[in-house]
Every structure is written in structure tokens, then in C-alpha cells.
């Protein structure tokens, strides 16, 4: 009788060990804006800066003239963008209307050639955009898999490696930018291309440093024993079984390094503009143009892009601590 | 000890020996823009004869020889401490970054103080007030500073002391310790007022950006050590608060913090090239600028091997007084 009692009945709903109920989407976007208000913040800056660069497509898919366009095609006016690049405005009196104070046309003043400085902040965030992912790209594909290797195998590779990583990050890093986009590796023009290389170039020791000491700490875990156990090379360890656990640190490297970067490339175009394109929308460039026009009497073009770069940087920082909190608390640092 | 630190500096001149290459990598990957940008004043004085300019700046910087002399010579005049001669005015470029070491070691060190003076009291606030309405204010602030970069935050004190502040306003003095003075250096020896108005600016602007960074970590480091046995102890013993936090927590927890602040000093000595710019303070991060601008490489290079030598050996003596400040750690 009492066995019969213990036997739940077909009837009977949910079972004590069902599964707790999946948090909806929504419902873990509102808890994560409650915990991590200033991480909410960080990612709805991302958000509008990645807003400013959308466009409709212009030219056909791969196109090959167009390196400097990250997706093969280049992107026509952004939506957000009320103006083009450089249209310039005349005043009622026929002349540039320079150094305009914000009005309902523009909102943020023009600059000394008679352009929207709203417009051309929107037109600028495709370039940091631009620069910040793939000289992210490079130091972390570069940086990530130096790391692995280097903290897989440990030994004499190990020891060579971080003696060539000592030797690359006793390089100040904006000073070696300077040199190399001077110098001007394999084009006489200064090129986006080669600027985003180089960012990535002296950012790849730190991201080597940050992957090779999570590697340490993973390869010493029981699953990667097991692994090797059960006969994987050690090409599929590290690619199956190291490279998946460490995946949440390389996405918080990258997430923190893309604000790094975007503020180097705005300080290297404001600091040496002759190391950038000239063409086309900077925040760097307006940034520079701003202080050579003087900027206690024109200080719009100034407060645009300077809070267009901070905005973008702060961004990324608050986004990026938050994401390290979230998923990969070892990297906390202070 | 003794054989840990023989060890680091021979490990040091390695690096410092790969830095070396490195920039002599970087000069000769694309040489024909050196040896242009050297040519340049040439082609104006011979009009027609462009190839006997670029032979003659070949030779000028040993470009004409094989790679391997090219190296070799470059690495003996290392050694000899010869950085070349600078493109626009032919003067050796070791005496050119010494004459302008001293605003940028000025205002370096005074950065630091700046950073140390607003982070000391606020980390420690923050670490004892933690999770009060003070925490908050104080964290939000230093987050701030970290965020917005240090130009940023520079072209918005000239913008603000400049316009509203400028020359026959009520208040002189805040463009004066704020705002940007014109070129040109006074020594501290010389006029000590008139030195440090021109590095105050700069001083500020960069020493809150590096005290949000020494701030954080202070704090971090102050929960920790307040969690621990002994300062139970002192509490349980009925010291007094300041005893306790100034003398048996702070103590201990600034000693990973002198670390951040060592290394926090090399790269103080290179970002300053965004304020001495900004501020035109006569200085190595000026010269950077104006050099890149005139496409003057053996300045580039000179200054890049200058900084590097410093960055390393700061870092060693960073390790060095960490091992000697905390006797736990035992370096093998």
C-alpha cells in the first residue's frame, strides 16, 4: 500500500525535478540592465555607434576596388546621416556658412569648410568602426593563436616567444605607431588598411599575454587530460578542447580592445594627420582641424568629435567590464 | 636575489637587443621613402640630377651596403650610443632627446603626484565607505576619468579655460595654471612659478586619468586586506579607526599598488605625447610629433629605442623593489 503511494500517478503534474523554466530573451536583457546599469549603458552606445554606420549598399557584392571597405561593398549614406560627407552650406549671404552654432538644420554647428558636423560624426563612426575591427581582428586572431600555442606547449617554444612578446611590448606603443605609419609599409599614400594592421600589429602581446595565461590555467584542468586519454592530437586539444573554454576571454579581449583601439587611431589622427587618409570623415581629423581653427572661438566642431570619441570609448570600456564580470570573472583586475 | 636580478638584465640586453632589430626592420621595409624624404632638400638645390641626390642619401645612411654590413654598422653605432644625425638641421639626435628630457621627466613626476594626491584619499574612502552612496559617487567619478581619454579631456579644459577664462577676464589665473602656454621652456631652476604654470595643465589633466587607474585598484585592494585576520584583530583589539586602516590595511595594500604606480611611470613617460602636444610643452612627446610631421626618421627611431631602454629597466626595478617591499615574495 504505501509503495502504491510513493508511485506518482499518471495524473499528477509536474514532476519536483522538472527543469527550471527558461528565462525568456527579454526577461534576461532586463535582469542583466538591472544588475549592470552602466554595462546597459556601455551596450547601448555600441549599439547607436554600429546604428550610425548603417547604409544601403551601394556598389555590387566584392567588389575589388574598394579594399578599404570592410564588407566588399561600400555603404551609401548612412540613414542617420542628414547630409553628405562633404556638402558644403552657404548662409543667406551667398557665402560658406562657417562656424555656425547649432541650429535646427544643424545640430551640431558646421565646421570652418561649412559642413554639418552631425553629419560628418556619422559618416566618421564607419572609419573608427572600420579601423577598431579589424586591427581587432588581426591582434586577436594573431595574439589568440600565438597564445595557445605558446601556452599549450610551454618549454623552450614558450620561453622564445615571450622573450619576442618582452621585446614588442617594451615598444611604447603610440610612439610605434608614429614610426611605422610614417614609414608607410608597402604604400606611398597613407592608407586605412595599413593603419588598421598596424594598430592590430602592437596590440597583439597583450592579447598574447591575456589568451597564454588563461591557456595555463585551462591545460592543467581534468578535461584536458581526458582528452589527451582518449588519443587527441595535440592540434584537436587545443582547437576542441582549450579553444571553446577560453573563448569568453578572447570575446572580453576583443570587445575592450576595440575602445583602445578607436581612441588610438583618434589620437594618432589628431596627433600626426598626415598619417591617415585625408579624405573622407574623421573624428581624429575634425578633432585636429577643430584645434588648428582655435577652439575658444569655434569650439563646435571640438565638442562634437571629442564627445563622439569619448562617447565611443566609454562605450566599449563599460560594455567590455560588464562582459568580464559576466562571463569570465578570472580576468578582473582592481 | 642577487642572481635573480644579473639574470633579469641579461635577459633585458636581449630584449633590448630584438627591440634593436625590430626598428632596424621597420626602417628598411620600405628604405626608398627614407632615402626620398632625406633627398628632399637635395632635389630643390640640383634641379634635373634626382638620382645622385637619392646615391648620395643612400650613402649618407648606409643604405648602400648589403643588409648584414647595414646591420652591423647600425648595431656598432648603437653600442657607441650614435643615434645618427637628425634629418632637418644634421644634429646628433642622442643630444636633441636629452636637451628635452627634463619637461617631459617634470611633468611625468608630476602626474604621478597629481594621480597620487586624488587617488590616495578617494580609494581609501571608497574602500571603507564600500557600497555606500559615497562608493557610488566616487567610483562613477573615477570611471569617468578612465573612459574619456586624456586629449579628450584636455581640449575640453582649453575650451572652457580658454573661452571663458582668456586673457581680461575676471579670473586670469585659471587660464594661466590651466590652459596651454606658448613654446618655449623655463627651467624650474630658473623661474619655479613660471615653470610650473606651463606643466599644470597637463599635469592635471594626466594625473586624474592615471589616479582613476591607481584609485581602482587601490580600492580593490583595500577590500581585500580589510578581509583579512590581522585587521580583525586590530579592530578587536580596540585601536582606533586611523590606526587600523592607515597603518596595519594601507600599508599592506600598497604594495601591489606601487607595482601599478612603477608601471604606471613607463607609460606615463610615453602617452605623454598627446599632452605635451596638446599643451606645447617642449618636451621628447613634442618632438615625436613635430619629427613624424617632417617625416624625420632617426628621430623616430632614437626616441622609440630611448623609451624602450627606459620602459624595461623601470619595469625591473618595479620587480626588484616589489621583492624587496614584500618579503613573501621569493623570486627564483
Known amino acids: ?334 | 636575489m642577487q642572481q635573480y636580478i644579473i639574470r633579469r638584465i641579461l635577459l633585458n640586453i636581449l630584449v633590448l637587443f630584438l627591440v634593436a632589430t625590430m626598428v632596424f626592420a621597420f626602417l628598411r621595409i620600405d628604405s626608398d621613402h627614407v632615402v626620398n624624404t632625406k633627398a628632399a632638400g637635395c632635389f630643390t638645390d640640383l634641379s634635373g640630377d634626382v638620382e645622385q641626390c637619392k646615391d648620395v642619401a643612400r650613402a649618407d645612411l648606409g643604405l648602400d651596403s648589403s643588409i648584414p654590413n647595414q646591420y652591423l654598422e647600425y648595431m656598432t653605432d648603437l653600442v657607441q650610443l650614435d643615434l645618427g644625425n637628425t634629418f632637418s638641421d644634421k644634429k646628433p639626435v642622442l643630444d636633441e632627446i636629452l636637451a628635452r628630457a627634463s619637461p617631459s621627466i617634470e611633468l611625468g613626476l608630476l602626474q604621478i603626484v597629481v594621480a597620487l594626491i586624488v587617488a590616495l584619499p578617494i580609494g581609501i574612502i571608497s574602500a571603507i565607505r564600500q557600497d555606500q552612496w559615497i562608493d557610488y559617487v566616487l567610483r562613477f567619478v573615477s570611471i569617468f576619468f578612465l573612459g574619456i581619454p586624456v586629449f579628450v579631456v584636455a581640449v575640453f579644459v582649453i575650451l572652457i579655460t580658454s573661452r571663458y577664462f582668456g586673457q581680461g577676464d575676471a579670473f586670469p589665473f585659471v587660464s594661466d595654471w590651466l590652459g596651454p602656454h606658448g613654446l618655449g621652456w623655463v627651467e624650474i631652476w630658473e623661474d619655479p612659478i613660471d615653470n610650473l604654470k606651463r606643466v599644470s595643465g597637463a599635469a592635471l589633466v594626466g594625473g586624474m586619468a592615471t589616479g582613476a587607474i591607481i584609485m581602482r585598484f587601490l580600492r580593490s585592494q583595500m577590500l581585500e586586506v580589510m578581509r583579512q585576520d590581522y585587521v580583525r584583530t586590530a579592530w578587536a583589539k580596540g585601536l582606533r579607526e586611523r590606526v587600523v586602516i592607515i597603518r596595519h590595511a594601507l600599508k599592506n595594500a600598497l604594495i601591489p599598488v606601487l607595482t601599478v604606480i612603477g608601471l604606471l611611470l613607463g607609460s606615463v613617460i610615453s602617452g605623454n605625447v598627446i599632452l605635451e602636444t596638446i599643451y606645447s610643452i617642449d618636451g621628447v612627446g613634442f618632438y615625436v610629433t613635430s619629427a613624424a610631421l617632417q617625416f624625420d626618421y632617426p628621430v623616430l627611431q632614437g626616441i622609440v629605442l630611448v623609451v624602450a631602454l627606459l620602459l624595461v629597466f623601470i619595469n625591473l626595478l618595479v620587480d626588484i623593489a616589489y621583492g624587496w617591499l614584500d618579503p613573501r615574495i621569493r623570486y627564483s
Not at chain 1, 142 to 170: C, E, H, K, P
Not at chain 1, 231 to 255: E, K
Not at chain 1, 271 to 289: C, I, K, N, T
Open chain 1, 1 to 334: 500500500m504505501a509503495r502504491e503511494q510513493a508511485v506518482p500517478s499518471a495524473a499528477a503534474p509536474a514532476p519536483e525535478f522538472a527543469l527550471p523554466r527558461r528565462a525568456k530573451v527579454w526577461e534576461n536583457v532586463f535582469k542583466f540592465i538591472r544588475k549592470k546599469p552602466l554595462g546597459a549603458l556601455g551596450f547601448f552606445l555600441i549599439f547607436f555607434l554600429i546604428a550610425m554606420t548603417l547604409g544601403a549598399p551601394k556598389a555590387k557584392f566584392g567588389v575589388p576596388e574598394l579594399p578599404d571597405s570592410p564588407l566588399g561593398f561600400e555603404l551609401g549614406r548612412p540613414f542617420m546621416a542628414p547630409y553628405g560627407e562633404e556638402e558644403n552650406f552657404k548662409n543667406d549671404a551667398g557665402r560658406l556658412n562657417t562656424h555656425a552654432a547649432p541650429t535646427a538644420d544643424h545640430w551640431l554647428g558646421t565646421d570652418g569648410s561649412g559642413r554639418d558636423n552631425w553629419a560628418r560624426i556619422i559618416w566618421g563612426a564607419r572609419r573608427s568602426l572600420f579601423i577598431g575591427i579589424w586591427a581587432l581582428a588581426l591582434a586577436t586572431l594573431a595574439g589568440a593563436s600565438i597564445g595557445v600555442i605558446s601556452g599549450y606547449f610551454r618549454g623552450w617554444l614558450d620561453t622564445g616567444v615571450q622573450r619576442i612578446m618582452d621585446a614588442l611590448q617594451s615598444f611604447p606603443p603610440l610612439l610605434t605607431l608614429i614610426l611605422i605609419l610614417t614609414i608607410r609599409p608597402f604604400t606611398s599614400e597613407p592608407s586605412l588598411v595599413v593603419a588598421a594592421f598596424a594598430l592590430g600589429f602592437v596590440g597583439i602581446p597583450q592579447v598574447q599575454r591575456i589568451v597564454r595565461g588563461v591557456v595555463l590555467s585551462t591545460r592543467e584542468q581534468q578535461y584536458i587530460d581526458a582528452a589527451r586519454v582518449i588519443g587527441a592530437t595535440d592540434a584537436r586539444t587545443m582547437a576542441f578542447y582549450i579553444l571553446p573554454n577560453i573563448m569568453a576571454s578572447i570575446i572580453v579581449v576583443f570587445s575592450t580592445g576595440l575602445g583602445v583601439v578607436i581612441l588610438a587611431e583618434a589620437a594618432l589622427a589628431f596627433l600626426v594627420p598626415q598619417a591617415v587618409p585625408p579624405e573622407g570623415a574623421s573624428w581624429g581629423l575634425m578633432l585636429d582641424q577643430a584645434e588648428n581653427d582655435g577652439l575658444s572661438t569655434h569650439p563646435w566642431p571640438g565638442i562634437a568629435s571629442a564627445s563622439a570619441i569619448a562617447l565611443a570609448v566609454l562605450g566599449f570600456n563599460l560594455a567590455g567590464d560588464a562582459l568580464r564580470d559576466v562571463l569570465d570573472p578570472r580576468l578582473r583586475l582592481g
